[in-house]
């Protein structure tokens, strides 16, 4: 402890002060416009849904191996 207050009044004394905290930083955002490249197609999320459904009834019936609707 001693010698830590015998740093700091050396420093004081000798006119020294830490270095600033450097400035923050912050990541860069794009500010491009426009849509997809030509031909990309991205599909409604209704259209995601129902196909998970689908998806998901089909791998119900081959587990039960039932075939009722």
Do not use: H
Request: net charge negative; hydrophobic share 35%.
């Amino acid at each position: 402890m001693t010698s830590m207050i015998e740093e700091g009044l050396r420093l004081v004394l000798a006119g020294e002060r830490p270095p600033a905290p450097a400035a923050a930083r912050y990541a860069r955002v794009s500010r491009e416009t426009g849509g997809p490249a030509a031909g990309v197609d991205f599909p409604r999320m209704r259209d995601i849904d129902e196909q998970d459904d689908v998806e998901r009834l089909a791998r119900l019936k081959s587990q039960t191996g039932g075939s009722e609707n």
